[in-house]
């Protein structure tokens, strides 16, 4: 597609449970950001990767979030034993490059509710 | 470590008059600067940005805003407000310059404009 993509648009779990969203970037971008928006948090960063180089996690809330990128390409967010907190929208970004002269350009996210 | 400051959560205005949304920052070396729009269920899109050069910077639907280094600010404006601006709107910074990821955005909380008849 033109754009990027994520999935599941909404998902619902229960407390306890480990759940994976999901980030297809636009086709060529070398760069993928993982933000999080939340009522309380509003949005908030958490896991970049650009190209080979090892990802900046300094945004991941805690050892239950992790994510990884498979070639280059598609990469899924995983949280682990979710948490009501944990409920949020989830959006992935891509760029061509990690340069102020690209555009960032976000999908329309993941929304995640933890009952 | 930047931050950002949006000026009220909910700005209302009627169709035709003056946007006015205002957003100032925190940075200890030159920013990079967005304005990104919210539509209700929809990701965010980018309205305009500032890098370098001209301090006034043109975006999308008619919205421009102006970077003041001396203020701090990076206040977005449009003429003339039109129905379909209505959306949440997100002023964030990028520390690229000292030495973080340029995608690494730091947002302010976002306001809320209403446009009424």
């Known amino acids: 597609g033109a754009g990027v993509s994520q999935s599941p648009s909404n998902k619902v779990t229960e407390k306890g449970k480990d759940v994976e969203l999901r980030c297809d970037p636009i086709?060529?971008?070398?760069?993928l950001y993982w933000y999080r928006q939340s009522l309380g948090q509003g949005l908030e960063f958490l896991i970049y990767?650009?190209?080979?180089?090892?990802?900046?996690k300094s945004g991941l809330p805690s050892d239950r979030f992790s994510a990884e990128r498979t070639g280059g390409s598609v990469s899924t967010l995983t949280i682990q034993r979710t948490q009501q907190e944990d409920s949020a929208v989830y959006l992935c970004?891509?760029?061509?490059?990690?340069?102020?002269?690209?555009?960032?350009?976000f999908g329309e996210g993941s929304w995640l509710t933890v009952v | 470590a930047q931050s950002v400051t949006q000026l009220g959560s909910h700005v209302s205005v009627s169709e035709g008059a003056l946007v006015l949304l205002r957003c100032n920052y925190s940075?200890?070396?030159?920013?990079?600067l967005f304005w990104y729009v919210q539509y209700p269920n929809q990701g965010l899109q980018l309205l305009l940005k500032?890098?370098?050069?001209?301090?006034l910077v043109k975006g999308i639907n008619g919205f421009e805003a102006e970077f003041k280094k001396s203020e701090t600010s990076f206040h977005l404006t449009k003429p003339s407000a039109h129905m379909s601006d209505a959306a949440e709107y997100f002023c964030?910074?990028?520390?690229?310059?000292?030495?973080?990821?340029?995608?690494?955005?730091?947002f302010g909380q976002g306001t809320i404009l209403t446009v009424h008849p």
């Open positions: 970004a891509s760029s061509q490059r990690d340069r102020g002269r690209s555009t960032i350009y």
């Open positions: 086709s060529g971008h070398t760069a």
């Open positions: 964030a910074v990028s520390d690229e310059a000292g030495g973080t990821s340029y995608g690494k955005l730091t």
């Open positions: 500032y890098t370098t050069g001209a301090t």
């Open positions: 940075s200890s070396v030159p920013p990079y």
């Open positions: 990767f650009q190209g080979n180089s090892a990802p900046d």
